[in-house]
């Protein structure tokens, strides 16, 4: 297939001369546009750690907010080694089950729910968000936070939803008739559900490959 | 430690993934839009990828909006890059503009849109990148914007240069500014980079290559628009980005606004 004694100027001439498509001035801005064709993605990188985080990404809530919990876990690879160079972010509704369409993200006042949150990792592949667990958007709804995944090696962001381990019959029932849940393989399930490991505290780890690789999801559009 | 492979290698595997999508088009397939996951010539992709097929869903609520940022969240200074310490950057200085739309052509209005680079000198600002090329102390290199009614946005920066990495044996990145977006629903968030039209290391670079179609990789290139450049002061370029979407419940309200 590939001849490997040409150079690799040759292979570059084969493949990507490819000057970027001759478009008509006029045609900038518009027939990309239409076209909708999706921009496609590329990897967050290494180098991100002065530019996405920012000051209080991690606390959606103060800590001592009543209702405040920590959502926590670590980052592993396909070795089980932790993921030092990770990004999280958490989106999600309040306690009441109410989507915040509250500006102010990025300069959190400690007052305003916003609803989102972001963080990197520490060296130790973990990381901490302090927020509230969300309420069920509609009655027997089973409440989760949705978490995206950015980090380097990983070409496109991966998403998935934490759920929380049902306290009583009603959120078990609230459980098997989530939509995604009971879709999910049965061994592969518990990869989507928190783990209570104290008191107001839940651990949330992340397997971006291999044993207990957590489930992750693609939406349609 | 284990020796690094060599770029004719990486080269040579590059070229492999790239015939083995074109071959599926071929057969019938679509074109692959968006980067493979488990893409070998990219290493650190290797024990990153997930390896089960991914759940498909259909977005839910929380899925089908996105966190709102404003002008509460961003500065406009924060758009111009030049501009954020005593002196002037040193490099080439550029203005980088285009409009943010969904896959229907519609504008994403008042979305945040966040941008970051090297500097000219191919160094960033950050304790890990160890390229021993000078920082500038007059360069951050981070952008930020709310993108306006049209979804347009514009940033003033300089040209950021290639740099070095590990990931084979003389490996340099072409020259890209990183760009992070939001749209109208949070299964729209993308995270990506700018190239620079004509440059020579495009052939070489697993992540630029990381999307095997050639047609959809180039949407990645920015283009030189002389219309765009600002006399005696900067050069132009236009790149407009389209995010997924929309989803149908997100149609149904942006009509009830209308
Ligand atoms: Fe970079």
Redesign the interface.
Known sequence: ??D?NRT?AE??EE??T????E?D?SQ??SA?????????????????????PYEKGWELVPGHHPQAIRFHGTVY???G?V?PDAII?I???DSEGV?????????PDGYTF???GRTSVNLAGHFSFTTVKPGA??AGAAP?I?V?I??????????TRAYFPPASDAESAAHEGD??LP??PTE?RATLISVADGPASYRFDIR???VG????????? | MTTLPS??EI??E???V??DARAKVEAGGSPE?????D?AP?R?????????E??????????R??????????NPLESDLTIAHSAEPIGERITVS??V?D???RPVRNQ?I?M?Q?NSAGR??????QHPAPLDPNF???G?AITGENGEYSFQTIKPGPYPWRNHINAWRPAHI?F?LFGNA??Q?????MYF??D?L???DP?????AD????????G?Y???LSVPEFSLGY?W????????STWMESEEAHD
């Not at chain 1, 950015?150 to 998403?159: I, M, N, V």
């Not at chain 1, 690789?213 to 559009?221: Q, Y």
């Not at chain 2, 839009?33 to 996951?37: M, Q, V």
Request: net charge negative.
């Open positions: 297939m590939t490997v690799i292979q570059a493949f990507d490819i000057a970027p498509p478009l001035q900038i801005g990309r546009q239409g076209d909708g064709i999706q921009t496609p993605s590329q990897t967050v990188g290494p180098f991100f750690g002065y530019a996405l690879d396909g070795d080694a993921v972010e989106w999600q509704a989507l915040s369409t509250q500006l102010g993200s990025l300069e916003t609803g989102f958007v509609a989760y949705l995206t950015f980090a380097r090696g990983l070409t496109h962001h991966l998403f939509r995604v879709a999910v592969r971006m490959q291999g690789e957590t489930v992750f999801l693609d939406f349609d559009d | 770029q004719d080269t040579a590059i070229v492999d790239e015939a839009l968006h980067p493979r996951r893409y990219y650190s992709s290797v024990l990153r990828h997930p390896t089960h991914l759940v498909r869903v259909d977005p839910e609520e929380i899925e909006f996105s966190p709102a940022f404003g002008h509460t969240d961003v285009g409009h739309v896959g229907d052509g945040l966040e970051w090297a960033y600002v950050h304790k890990r990148d951050t290199g981070v930020r990183h992070s949070f299964t968030r993308l995270i990506t980079q039209p004509a020579p495009f052939a070489l992540i630029y290559q990381s999307i050639p047609a959809a990789r180039q949407r990645l290139i283009q628009d002389h219309n236009r407009d980005i389209v995010l997924t979407g929309p989803k």
